[in-house]
């Protein structure tokens, strides 16, 4: 398995560990009873547990756009130092993202969102 396939799957794993580290706020939030219902209740999540819920979203939505481009690299054979490189610092930038965004730094995590899809894009255009 080539280090770019083994970098998503890195990804992947870092977005479980987000969906944990999220559940674990929300269940000093709401509490067990609420988190076990149907939640036809909806509360909204404030604090860190906010901030985790929407970190999760925006991985997904980082996995979903990061996910093809690999993929479409590895269809074709084509991963370079470049490719290695660029999926090397997006993942940097996702954990960056992923820190500064649960503990609420506003600035950092807008670089390195910026920079992740930044990397991302290129990764796009090295594909087709």
Do not use: H
Request: glycine content about 8%; charged content about 10%; proline content about 4%.
């Amino acid at each position: 398995m080539s280090s770019e396939l083994s970098i998503l799957g890195l990804y992947g794993i870092l977005i479980i560990v987000v969906i944990l580290v999220e559940v674990v706020l929300a269940l000093g939030q709401y509490g067990m009873p609420y988190l076990a219902s149907p939640r036809d209740e909806n509360r909204p999540q404030e604090g860190l547990a906010g901030r985790a819920t929407r970190t999760v979203l925006n991985c997904a939505i980082g996995m979903a756009l990061f996910a093809p481009a690999i993929l479409i690299l590895a269809a074709k054979d084509a991963f370079t130092g470049t490719t290695l490189l660029l999926a090397q610092v997006f993942l940097l930038a996702r954990v960056v993202y992923v820190i500064v965004y649960i503990v609420g730094i506003p600035w950092v995590r807008t670089l390195s969102f910026v920079v992740a899809l930044l990397c991302t894009l290129v990764l796009y255009f090295l594909a087709l």
